[in-house]
């Protein structure tokens, strides 16, 4: 009975890890061959001399969208979102921002700097992230319904806020995009 | 196959790369790609060892679970991915202060590993409070058109301008 359940269970499970391993593998590559994985490149995005970071993030994000969109309109994927809130998105945003600056690498392009070689992420950041992580989890109890609440706007999507179809948002949204990669492409950066 | 050895690939292309493989991430795991909750479940591991099993039972690793997931094997994926790439192009060396880093505060590994941590610090605890990451929210989230996402990447980006700004323009 009890071999039999976790067969079931594993039949049903529709994230085996090798397709993590695999779709990682994937990204660090790209990771690395976009630049990513350096600080010069991530701390010149933020200094505002080199727009690699922004294009690769734009570029993404377009493509990725309309892919999203169109098979979410087919009936083939069901969107995967976070929650949020005011208190939660804006604050941690902006302490984020402030790690992104000093640190000059963010979770996923760190694990992509310490395949690169890059020593200061292995022995400094890494650490301070995983420090970092325990202090929130220290602190969850007291955090949880109080500022983390604070203008709580649960899991909503921009076409679900302006109470409008997927693609209304999604055309002009793209088109905004496009146009800022091509004047990134212009300007030269 | 000579674009696999190239050390660089045009941002735009690096790009629409990540946004395909965001499509099969969806289609086939039903999960964005996302990086941060992978640090905090390690956090949770690491005190689990030495404090033992009643770690588990902190609020906030009760939501997230202490287990190795989907995700924390895309965070060791990316290593390797990023290994590969490197070695395929020469590209790879051991470093430990960056060049830029270097002409505004000296070739000082300790200093730039101490500065890295405390960056670091900031970097989890926001991640955290934010629910994610550049890759959770800043591509994963963004591109579903997550209110949450957008919010968050906006504010990564007006943090990480500031701090750099602070940074190179007035301390260094």
Redesign the interface.
């Known amino acids: 009975m009890q071999a039999e359940k976790s067969e079931n269970m594993s039949g049903k499970d529709?994230?085996?890890?090798?397709?993590?391993?695999?779709?990682?593998?994937?990204?660090?590559?790209?990771?690395?061959?976009?630049?990513?994985?350096?600080?010069?490149v991530i701390?010149?995005q933020?200094?505002?001399t080199d727009?690699?970071v922004v294009?690769?993030?734009?570029?993404?994000?377009?493509?990725?969208?309309i892919?999203?969109?169109l098979?979410k309109t087919l009936g083939?994927?069901?969107?995967?979102?976070?929650?949020?809130?005011?208190g939660?998105?804006?604050?941690?945003?902006?302490?984020?921002?402030?790690?992104?600056?000093?640190?000059?690498?963010?979770?996923?392009?760190?694990?992509?700097?310490?395949?690169?070689?890059?020593?200061?992420?292995l022995?400094?950041?890494?650490?301070?992230?995983?420090?970092?992580?325990?202090?929130?989890?220290?602190l969850?109890?007291r955090?949880?319904s109080g500022i983390?609440k604070k203008g709580d706007?649960g899991?909503?999507?921009?076409?679900q806020?302006f109470r409008v179809n997927?693609w209304v948002?999604?055309v002009p949204?793209a088109g905004l995009i496009f146009l800022l990669?091509t004047g990134l492409e212009r300007a030269g950066w | 196959m000579d674009f696999l050895t190239?050390v660089?690939?045009p941002?735009?292309a690096?790009?629409?790369?990540?946004?395909?493989?965001?499509?099969?991430?969806?289609?086939?795991?039903?999960?964005?790609?996302s990086?941060?909750t992978?640090?905090?479940r390690?956090?949770?591991g690491?005190?689990r060892l030495f404090l033992g099993k009643k770690v588990e039972s902190?609020?906030?690793?009760q939501e997230i679970k202490l287990v190795?997931?989907?995700?924390?094997?895309?965070?060791?994926?990316?290593?390797?991915?990023?290994?590969?790439?490197?070695l395929l192009?020469g590209?790879?060396?051991?470093?430990?202060?960056?060049?830029?880093?270097a002409s505004a505060f000296g070739d000082s590994?300790s200093l730039?590993?101490?500065?890295?941590?405390?960056?670091?610090?900031?970097?989890?605890?926001?991640?955290?409070?934010?629910?994610?990451?550049?890759?959770?929210?800043?591509?994963?989230?963004?591109?579903?058109?997550?209110?949450?996402?957008?919010?968050?990447?906006?504010?990564?980006?007006?943090?990480?301008?500031?701090?750099?700004?602070?940074?190179?323009k007035i301390i260094g």
């Open positions: 529709r994230f085996p890890l090798i397709w993590g391993l695999i779709f990682g593998i994937l990204f660090g590559f790209l990771l690395q061959k976009g630049g990513a994985t350096k600080y010069d701390i010149g933020l200094l505002l727009f690699t294009r690769i993030m734009l570029s993404a994000v377009l493509t990725g969208m892919g999203i969109y098979m083939w994927v069901e969107l995967n979102l976070k929650s949020g809130s005011l939660s998105n804006v604050i941690g945003g902006l302490i984020f921002g402030v790690g992104f600056g000093v640190l000059g690498y963010c979770p996923g392009t760190i694990a992509g700097a310490i395949g690169n070689g890059y020593l200061d992420a022995a400094g950041g890494l650490a301070g992230i995983v420090i970092g992580s325990g202090i929130f989890a220290a969850y109890p955090l949880k983390l706007f899991k909503l999507t921009l076409p806020l997927d948002v999604v949204v990669l | 190239e660089r690939w941002p735009c690096v790009g629409i790369g990540i946004g395909v493989l965001s499509w099969l991430s969806f289609l086939i795991s039903r999960e964005p790609i990086c941060s992978s640090f905090a390690t956090s949770g690491v005190e902190k609020p906030y690793y190795v997931g989907w995700q924390g094997m895309l965070v060791v994926g990316i290593v390797i991915g990023s290994l590969v790439s490197a192009s590209d790879f060396h051991w470093q430990w202060v960056p060049s830029r880093w590994p730039r590993a101490f500065v890295a941590l405390i960056g670091g610090v900031f970097l989890g605890f926001g991640a955290r409070w934010a629910g994610g990451c550049t890759s959770g929210h800043g591509i994963g989230g963004t591109l579903q058109l997550a209110v949450s996402s957008w919010i968050s990447a906006v504010c990564f980006f007006i943090g990480g301008i500031l701090m750099a700004q602070v940074l190179f």
